[in-house]
Structure formats: structure tokens, C-alpha cells
């Protein structure tokens, strides 16, 4: 959706979205006096406002409904430009935010340059689809979670251990081995924990079918051990079209996996990750770096590499030895998804300077 001309367009249009109303703010080229307009945040609403300025470039910042709104205005022939919500710094850290100051800023900031604005792609309509079932079994998994700790909770209160086991077995273990009657409440605690395993496991299959089906780069990606369908799927579907990286490497930066820098003169100061990209697929490949390093982790140059790391000395030596690995991991994911190469976990990472630390 973005464009590589900045020149200056003859009508710009920033919109501060809100869930149920959104301010435009409407800058001619050469007008200092910009012009607002008020809309409800819904399809019909927006469409009609902007109707008198067909082609004109507009910007909207990252948020709900930044991604349906910007599929629809650039089938409609506007140069649409969502930019990143934590880089407009100057409307993130004034002290006069207001609807209509952010619409004007976003307007200003898309008329003199649109790479102030960190511009980001926006995802397919289908993909998000997909996507949104991996979020889904997240989401279940997290309610899972709660309530088994939760029975575990108040089980230890009452001076006993429920089962150490996996989530997906413990109401049938605990049946057997302790009963449901333990304190009041944990047979319908279990009941809910084995119904949202089930539909964990249906999910889990959609996602091996859909996969199979619609994905089949993700098989790909699996050759690496650590690596399953969840992490696969999530990866294919965040990064969507591996060519508009021009190398491997940038990716991690992508995903908010290499160092913040605020380096000034002589001072270098070692900084946390940016965390700048997509949460959940950080989340899969620090997971799966856990595995690589871990005692189940099979010989590779992704686990000498990570062990490198981890002998450094420091307590945080461990902690970033998890880190560098995820980095390095999503680069060679990304390049075995370019290249369709087979994956040879000892002497791949030196075919190519992508891969290199």
C-alpha cells in the first residue's frame, strides 16, 4: 500500500480512529489551515467523507480498526499509509494530545516525508482470518492455564498436591487418584479444563490441516527441531511475503528481537530487545530457542551457537544466550522459506553471511 514517491500529494488526510468516532483532518497541498471533519468509525460513515477526496494520501495510525480500513480505502484508489503507533513520537509524547492534534499531526508527517511515519504493511484479510485462529488456541491455552493453577492453589491451602502432570490429563488423573470432591468448586474447575483441552485439540488440527492445505512453505520451516506447527503457521502468517525483506537478517529486527541502540560519541550501552514486533510470534521462537538449548535439543549450530553465548559468564548470560538463538532462528527461517533448501542442523549456518552473527 505504500508508495516509494514522496512528493508532495494534493490533498493529504490524517485520521485519528477512534472505536465509535474519528477525526479527519484534511491538508491541500500549500494550506496551512487544515479542515476537520467528524465520522463514525464504520464503513458506510468514513466512506462518505472521504468520497470528495478519491486518490488522496491517507494516513491512520496502527490499531483495531486500522487494518480493515486500510484494505478497503486502497481498493478504492487512496495511497494509504499506516503508520507505526510507538515511532510518531510527536504525537505519542506531546503534552496536548487530542483527537484532532493527532489527525493534523498524522496529515503534516504524510505530507512532507511518509518514512517519518515507520510505515507498516497490513496483513491480507484472509491471513487475518487464519491468523485468528492461532490466537484463538492462544487465548485457550491461557484460560487453561489460570484454572489449573488456580486448583493448584487452593488444593496446597488446604495442605494437599493435585497431580503433576499435563494440563490436558489432570481432571482424569485427579479423578482417579484424589477424587473431585477435594474442596468445593474443583469438579466444575475440571469439567472447564477438559472441555478447553478439547477445544484446544480441534484447534490444533484446523491448524495442522490448514497447514497441509493452504501453507505447505510451513513444512519448511519444520525441518528444525523446536520448530512446530504453531510456530511455523504463526511465522508464515505474521511475515506473509518473505520477499519484501531484501535479506534474512532483517527480520529479527522485525520482530523486535535485536538490541535497542542509543549510542552517543564514545559511549556504546548494551540495551534490552526493541520488542517492536509481533508479540505472539516472539513469544513462539524465544519458546522454541528454550527447546533448541535445552536438554531434548538435538546437536546443531543454532544450539553450539546459543551455548556460546550462555558460557560468557553473567548472570544475564543465559537469558540472552535464549534471545540471540530466537534472533538467529527467525534469519534461518526466513531464509529456508526463500530458498526451499533441505536443512542440515550442523553446517547450514555457514552457507550463508545472512546467517552469520
Known amino acids: 500500500m505504500k508508495r516509494d514517491s514522496i512528493e ?13 468516532s474519528s477525526e479527519l483532518c484534511m491538508l491541500g497541498r500549500g494550506a496551512h489551515k487544515p479542515q476537520f471533519v467528524s465520522s463514525k468509525t464504520t464503513r458506510t460513515a468514513l466512506v462518505r467523507a472521504l468520497r470528495p477526496y478519491r486518490g488522496a494520501r491517507v494516513i491512520m495510525e496502527t490499531g483495531t480498526h486500522s487494518p480493515w480500513l486500510a484494505r478497503l480505502l486502497d481498493e478504492l484508489g487512496y495511497e494509504v499509509i499506516v503508520a507505526h503507533a ?4 510527536l504525537i505519542t509524547h506531546s503534552d496536548r494530545k487530542d483527537d484532532r492534534f493527532d489527525a493534523e499531526q498524522l496529515a503534516r508527517l504524510g505530507r512532507v516525508d511518509p518514512a517519518l511515519l515507520s510505515p507498516v504493511s497490513v496483513r491480507s484479510e484472509q491471513v487475518s482470518r487464519d491468523l485468528m485462529i492461532v490466537k484463538t488456541r492462544a487465548s485457550l491455552v491461557t484460560m487453561r492455564t489460570v484454572m489449573v493453577n488456580q486448583a493448584r492453589g487452593f488444593a496446597k491451602s488446604l495442605g494437599h498436591r493435585l497431580p503433576r502432570c499435563a494440563p490436558s490429563a489432570l481432571p482424569k488423573r485427579l479423578e482417579k487418584q484424589i477424587g473431585l470432591d477435594l ?3 474443583l469438579r466444575e474447575q475440571m469439567e472447564m479444563i477438559a ?53 534474512s537478517r532483517m527480520v529479527g529486527a522485525y520482530l523486535g528481537l535485536r538490541p535497542r541502540k542509543r549510542d552517543s560519541g564514545q559511549r556504546h550501552p548494551q540495551l534490552r530487545i526493541s520488542k517492536a514486533g509481533d508479540t505472539m510470534l516472539r513469544y513462539l ?22 551455548e556460546r553465548i550462555a558460557t560468557r559468564g553473567g548472570s544475564a548470560a543465559k537469558k540472552k544466550a535464549v534471545v540471540a538463538v530466537a534472533r538467529k532462528l527467525s534469519v ?18 555457514r552457507l550463508d553471511e545472512d546467517l552469520a552473527a
Open 195 to 247: 472441555l478447553l483441552s478439547e477445544k484446544i485439540a480441534r484447534l490444533e488440527h484446523e491448524i495442522e490441516r490448514l497447514s497441509k492445505d493452504c501453507y505447505p512453505q510451513t513444512m519448511l520451516l519444520r525441518q528444525i527441531a523446536g520448530v512446530g506447527p504453531i510456530t511455523a503457521l504463526t511465522f508464515v502468517l505474521t511475515i506473509e511475503d518473505p520477499n519484501r525483506f531484501e535479506r
Open 86 to 89: 510507538r515511532q510518531v513520537h
Open 285 to 306: 521462537l524465544v519458546q522454541a530457542a528454550h527447546y533448541i538449548l535445552g536438554p531434548f535439543g538435538p546437536d546443531s549450530d543454532l544450539r553450539r551457537y546459543g
Open 8 to 20: 508532495t500529494p494534493e490533498m493529504t488526510i490524517g485520521i485519528d480512529l477512534g472505536d465509535r
Open 332 to 349: 534461518l527461517l526466513h531464509r529456508l522459506w526463500i530458498t526451499g533448501e533441505v536443512y542440515e542442523p550442523i553446517g547450514y549456518g
Open 183 to 185: 474442596f468445593p468448586g
